[in-house]
Antibody, heavy 115, light 107 residues
Framework: EQLVESGGDVVQPGRSLRLSCAAS????????MHWVRQAPGKGLEWVAL????????YYADSVKGRFTISRDNSKNTLFLHMNSLTTEDTAIYYC?????????WGRGTLVTVSS | DIVLTQSPGTLSLSPGERAILSCRAS???????LVWYQQKPGQAPRLLIY???TRAAGIPDRFTGSGSETDFTLTISRLEPEDFAVYYC?????????FGPGTKVEI
């Protein structure tokens, strides 16, 4: 089982970014998926959850209205569309498999928001 | 939101010693839906314990989770060199899922 995040970059405040998480080694379409982030030197913060078929999505208050989680089950890929980025969004972003908690995790992708 | 508090912030121990990590919730965690993760520098978190006391697949039996309602404990019976890491608790009994701030176990 493998989860590989990509798309992290250095962006200016107010800009947008899309992260991807490529899944392999398990039946992606059977599982809910999370995005969890970790600011430099800080703890873990849950960001968003999407259930197996994409019909329900949930967000942390800190990103609601700015971030959108989505998935393409035909391509075994999870996405996080991030708009109106602020310096507070600077973090490593991890994708994780599971509904209630992260059973398995990717290695993360770094997003830096800086002018 | 349920706030999780972990103590101590840092635990300084030697290999072979026992580590006791605490996670306290600001309100009762429904059905004891609490997990523990281990995170080493530069790595993703690894699931250790779910349902407060069930070891995840492949986790050695020196890791034991216990507790209920608002007080939970992770015990590492005899520290191995590879156990020095940061440990996080997370509750999934209510939305949003929330994490504790972590306990660093250092040599």
């Amino acid at each position: 089982e493998q989860l590989v995040e990509s798309g992290g970059d250095v962006v200016q405040p107010g800009r947008s970014l899309r992260l991807s998480c490529a899944a392999s080694g398990f039946t992606f379409s059977n599982y809910a998926m999370h995005w969890v982030r970790q600011a430099p030197g800080k703890g873990l913060e849950w960001v968003a959850l999407i259930i197996y078929d994409g019909s329900n999505k949930y967000y942390a208050d800190s990103v609601k209205g700015r971030f959108t989680i989505s998935r393409d089950n035909s391509k075994n890929t999870l996405f996080l569309h991030m708009n109106s980025l602020t310096t507070e969004d600077t973090a490593i972003y991890y994708c994780a498999r599971g509904y209630s908690y992260g059973v398995s995790w990717g290695r993360g992708t770094l997003v830096t928001v800086s002018s | 939101d349920i706030v999780l508090t972990q103590s101590p912030g840092t635990l300084s121990l030697s290999p072979g010693e026992r580590a006791i990590l605490s996670c306290r919730a600001s309100q009762s965690v429904s059905n004891n839906y609490l997990v523990w993760y281990q995170q080493k520098p530069g790595q993703a978190p690894r699931l250790l314990i779910y349902g407060a006391s069930t070891r995840a697949a492949g986790i050695p039996d020196r890791f034991t989770g216990s507790g209920s309602e608002t007080d939970f404990t992770l015990t590492i019976s005899r520290l191995e060199p590879e156990d020095f890491a940061v440990y996080y608790c997370q509750q999934y009994g209510s939305s949003p899922r929330t994490f504790g701030p972590g306990t660093k176990v250092e040599i």
